[in-house]
């Protein structure tokens, strides 16, 4: 019976990291929007974002302006999406206060990496995220989206 109780955690682990993941995607999305929106245009980071990867396969991104929003915008679904997961199955497994400081500091913990290690692929909105304003947006709407992934995670039982 003890087996089918870890094997029942781990499921609802897993479905709480996937609610993270996508709670990460809406708020980085949010936040991407607003830093479009700063410069005048809300889909800007999903216009760059699919313009850069269409380039890095070869196609030129003048000859396919809707497409590369659309790239640009699955390209954060994806990325986004498993930022949450992954930081959220460090986050969800500890309890109290540590899984509080513990989001914050998973939060920080990306910003981090974003704007010092990782490459333009593998950034939540992509090249544009690269600066500290831009990093500084989607470490806050990460942060948000872990609390609420923790508030979550509580509601539906995993505690």
């Not at 915008?73 to 999406?81: E, F, K, M, Q, V």
Request: charged content about 10%; proline content about 3%.
């Amino acid at each position: 019976m003890a087996h089918g109780n870890a094997h029942g955690r781990f499921s609802q682990l897993i479905d709480a990291a996937f609610a993270a993941g996508t709670l990460t995607a809406i708020a980085t999305g949010g936040a991407l929007l607003g830093l479009g929106w700063r410069e005048g245009e809300a889909g800007r980071v999903f216009r760059l974002a699919g313009r850069g990867l269409l380039e890095r396969f070869g196609v030129a991104s003048s000859a396919a302006p809707l497409t590369s929003v659309a790239l640009g915008y699955l390209h954060h679904l994806i990325i986004a999406t498993g930022w949450g997961v992954l930081l959220a199955l460090l986050v969800l497994p500890l309890r109290g206060v540590t899984r509080i400081t513990a989001a914050f500091l998973a939060a920080a913990g990306y910003a981090a990496l974003a704007l010092w290690v990782l490459p333009s692929t593998l950034r939540i909105g992509y090249a544009v995220t690269g600066t500290p304003a831009g990093v500084v947006a989607i470490g806050g709407a990460v942060a948000v989206a872990l609390l609420g992934a923790v508030w979550v995670a509580n509601g539906e039982g995993y505690e």
